[in-house]
């Protein structure tokens, strides 16, 4: 390495075991000690490197981006596990790491999925509009008289040709019709 520095000298034992003083510039000390943790992690990202067959640089720049985020977060693990003077035992290597978060992904979508298919399952098709009793038999029997209901919202008449909304309520059948100066559905409904 070329440099205008001053040298640092390293020494080590040669061919005939003897210790030889070999030059290295500074900036290659400053490097070594800095740059552990860039090391380390191209290391480890070269270990277990995500392998895509495809020629699309974008896909291959993500799945590089993953390696890094696993790499540094391993990293980080060990350095917590440190922290808690944990036995090395007990530390997971970046192999187990690397499952483990993918496990943990891959329940995640899947409780999501489930979550989804649950709302899935709890909707139901809205109930079809059941069928008015036939004009007789709303004609013959009688007890059939409007009630003003106290709902907070008014319901369609079920009078055919009238979609206007009401609050009356026949106390017989149950059905909703209209009682107004104009419009005479439930008088209508319950004659032949």
Same mark, same amino acid.
């Given at each position: 390495?070329? /440099?205008?520095?001053?040298? @640092?000298?390293?020494?080590?034992? *040669?061919?005939? $075991? ?11 000390? !400053?490097?070594?000690? @800095?740059?552990?943790?860039?090391? !380390? %992690? ?7 490197? +995500? &392998?895509?067959?495809? @020629? ?12 890094? #985020? ?12 440190? %922290? ?8 997971? $290597? ?5 499952? /483990?978060? *993918? ?7 899947? /409780?999501?999925?489930? %979550?989804?298919?649950? /709302?899935? +399952? ?5 109930? &079809? +509009? #059941? ?5 007789? %038999?709303? #004609? +013959?029997?009688l007890g059939h008289f409007p009630r003003l209901t106290d709902a907070p919202n008014a319901a369609r008449c079920r009078l055919e040709g009238c979609n206007k909304k009401t609050k009356f309520l026949c106390t017989k059948c149950h059905w909703f019709f209209c009682v107004t100066k104009d419009r005479r559905?439930?008088? @209508?409904?319950?004659?032949?």
């Amino acid at each position: 390495m070329a /440099s205008t520095q001053k040298t @640092n000298g390293v020494g080590g034992p *040669g061919k005939k $075991k003897k210790h030889i003083d070999v030059p290295r510039p500074d900036v290659v000390r !400053l490097y070594n000690v @800095n740059m552990g943790g860039v090391d !380390l %992690a191209d290391r480890m990202i070269s270990y277990y490197r +995500k &392998k895509a067959r495809v @020629n699309k640089w974008t896909i291959r720049s993500i799945y590089h981006l993953f390696d890094i #985020a696993l790499s540094s977060l391993w990293m980080q693990y060990v350095q917590d596990m440190r %922290a808690q003077q944990k036995r090395q035992k007990e530390i997971m $290597k970046f192999f187990e790491f690397r499952l /483990s978060v *993918g496990e943990e992904l891959f329940a995640q979508a899947q /409780s999501q999925n489930e %979550a989804e298919s649950d /709302s899935d +399952k709890e909707w139901c098709p809205p109930p &079809k +509009k #059941a069928p008015l009793p036939s004009v007789e %038999a709303r #004609a +013959k029997t009688l007890g059939h008289f409007p009630r003003l209901t106290d709902a907070p919202n008014a319901a369609r008449c079920r009078l055919e040709g009238c979609n206007k909304k009401t609050k009356f309520l026949c106390t017989k059948c149950h059905w909703f019709f209209c009682v107004t100066k104009d419009r005479r559905c439930f008088e @209508n409904a319950h004659t032949k």
